[in-house]
T-cell receptor, first 111, second 116 residues
Framework: GEDVEQSLFLSVREGDSSVINCTYTDSSSTYLYWYKQEPGAGLQLLTYIFSNMDMKQDQRLTVLLNKKDKHLSLRIADTQTGDSAIYFCAESNSGTYKYIFGTGTRLKVLA | EAGVTQFPSHSVIEKGQTVTLRCDPISGHDNLYWYRRVMGKEIKFLLH????????ESGMPNNRFLAERTGGTYSTLKVQPAELEDSGVYFCASSPIWDKGQETQYFGPGTRLLVL
């Protein structure tokens, strides 16, 4: 079945760039998403990318997609303490509406 | 516009008891989804409603779980009887129109369920 994998933890210093990686197995993935969950809060959509795109940039966020390797990354420029959260990668395809999520990467930003 | 809301935010019950979780989707959204995150693992799909109909319930773990969406508005997820392994965070999400293809899902804050 479909699987999405992420590393569990990432620690960076304030002001540095963070790169959170995700790999997926479903070759028919059409949409890939990044969600953020702050402590005690719900899932906030950060950005998404269609599978026919290689890159998408939105202010401090850059998403890179390598469809051949089924690898997705989220780069956060100038990481701030407010970026500390769990980041979930998710994929879906046009045949079904359900999302397949990874385990989430806990980002800790050190002041 | 109000987002997806869920009630209660937290629930602590004993094994064998019944718990009912409620989700109110964004007004006008046809699609409603339930997901669950257990013990820090991945968030897993439970089921998908289109209006009041169950479109996909392939993720429901067993027959102790019953989801309803009467009238196509809010939804309830009942766990009866609850077991220890049911502990986790239950998320609800909604998205707009069924026949427009893939739509971004908007998530609620989740209900944190602890079964003792």
């Amino acid at each position: 079945g479909e699987d999405v994998e992420q590393s569990l933890f990432l620690s960076v210093r304030e002001g540095d760039s963070s790169v959170i990686n995700c790999t997926y197995t479903d070759s028919s993935s059409t949409y890939l998403y990044w969600y953020k969950q702050e402590p005690g809060a719900g899932l906030q959509l950060l950005t998404y990318i269609f599978s026919n795109m290689d890159m998408k940039q939105d202010q401090r966020l850059t998403v890179l997609l390598n469809k051949k390797d089924k690898h997705l990354s989220l780069r956060i420029a100038d990481t701030q303490t407010g970026d500390s959260a769990i980041y979930f990668c998710a994929e879906s395809n046009s045949g079904t509406y359900k999302y397949i999520f990874g385990t989430g990467t806990r980002l800790k930003v050190l002041a | 516009e109000a987002g997806v809301t869920q009630f209660p935010s937290h629930s602590v019950i004993e094994k064998g008891q019944t718990v009912t979780l409620r989700c109110d989707p964004i007004s006008g959204h046809d699609n409603l989804y339930w997901y669950r995150r257990v013990m820090g693992k991945e968030i897993k799909f439970l089921l998908h409603f289109v209006k009041e109909s169950k479109q996909d319930e392939s993720g429901m773990p067993n027959n102790r779980f019953l989801a309803e969406r009467t009238g196509g508005t809010y939804s309830t997820l009942k766990v009866q009887p609850a077991e220890l392994e049911d502990s986790g965070v239950y998320f609800c999400a909604s998205s707009p129109i069924w026949d427009k293809g893939q739509e971004t899902q908007y998530f609620g804050p989740g209900t944190r369920l602890l079964v003792l």
